[in-house]
């Protein structure tokens, strides 16, 4: 791979050369956007690789720029919004009254959660009452926790964890795996990156393709149901094109799809959180969304969720890691107004939550996570993940570090069990 390289550049200089930040350099590096080694401890960038890259950034963007199909992206999603054609069903009653989680349902509906990480929308969907027979995830921190916390499901020393999925071979497992069973939903948040609002918007990012695995699993086991869950930028990527063709490659392998965006504040989970919800399916059946039940005076707020946690001492079997900060930032953080972020350049990290309101949205951040309204620190993984919705028993594996990062990439698992009460609602009248 070193001999590959002819000119080297650092990680800044690269960042230089394009004016992007050394966060978005980094990530490229990760996506294998352009050529890169490891030497030393050290990131080395091949600058012919990378200034092809760069141009073929900046030709995309031009393009982007001067399309006349390109609205404003809010004024996108907004009209994407209003004319979403979508199957509204109620569901308030059985979010009260089910939690497969915590009680053996007498029949459960098959899933098989794609991109599953720690398991939140998994989580969700079997508070619903799918059982989860199959999963794919790369993160080892993820995997672990994925096992330890599904395993009363799919037994002890079952195989139900599978990796990159990219691989024939492993994908052809997943599937051999499920013949046996009815698959009644296959479901999926393919990494959404690539698609995010924030920052520097990158429409090539092989992540972005991702989806297209998902089809192939899905066009190879044919499930009753598909599921799939991004961020709201997905829908003004490319001018609304990108959703488009995702709808357009499920109608091919006979699937009508369904979209809109919900907020995961209004089914009970203590954040704000909005999330684009594409459902379809193969019956002919309606693809109902949850209908929304909580409106926003009655959200679940910060101290409904973390309350319990206020005089709680540290406990790390249970994720609930403190962190300790210098006397400086201790400083810092006290002085610190709510809903403001320790760091001006940063809007959605570092940022101090109402005590009495839904927290913003949760997210890895690299540790910069939401800080506590009351106590001079950041949140602990266990409040971060109440904040998410996850059960106290839903343990998290690894480091507090990947702690972190699967909590603030995770589905909020009541948000996942109200998408599932409606799938599961739509299933029930075919019968």
Sequence with gaps: MESQIKEALSIQQAAALSNLSIKNIRREVAS??????????????????????????????????????????????????????????????????????????????????????????????????????????????AIETYQNNFKHFRGQHKDFVFKDITQDRVKQDLINSVRPYHIHLIAGGFPCQGFSMAGHRIVCDQRNSLYLEMLDVVSKILPDFVLMENVEGLRSMLGGEIEKKIIEDYKKIGYAINITTLNAADYGVPQTRKRVIFIGNKLGLTNYHPKPFLPPQNHKTVADAVGRF???????????????????????????????????????????????????????????????????RVMTPRELAALQSFPDDFIFYGSKKWQLVQIGNAVPPLLGKAIGLAIIKSLKERT
Excluded at 336 to 342: H, T, V, Y
Aim: with cysteine.
């Design 32 to 141: 294998n956007s352009f050529l890169s080694l490891r030497k030393n401890g050290k990131i080395l960038v091949d600058r012919d690789s990378f200034m092809a890259w760069q141009n073929q950034q900046s030709h995309l963007q031009r393009e982007h720029t001067n399309s006349k199909r390109r609205p404003d992206w809010g004024k996108q999603n907004k009209q994407n919004r209003q004319n979403d054609r979508v199957h509204w069903i109620e569901i308030e009653q059985e979010m009260r009254e089910i939690d497969g989680w915590k009680t053996e349902l007498d029949h459960r509906f098959n899933c098989i959660d794609l991109f599953s990480g720690a398991g939140g929308l998994s989580c969700g969907l079997m508070m619903a009452g799918f059982g989860p027979l199959a999963s794919a995830e790369i993160m080892p921190e």
């Design 310 to 376: 206020v005089d709680m001492p540290e406990d790390k079997s249970i994720n609930h890691i403190m962190t300790k900060h210098a006397p400086d930032m201790l400083e810092r953080i006290k002085k610190l107004e709510i809903g403001k972020s320790l760091y001006g350049n940063y809007s959605d990290a570092w940022k101090k939550v109402a005590w009495d309101k839904p927290s913003c949205t949760v997210k890895e951040n690299h540790g910069g996570v939401n800080i506590h309204p009351l106590l001079n």
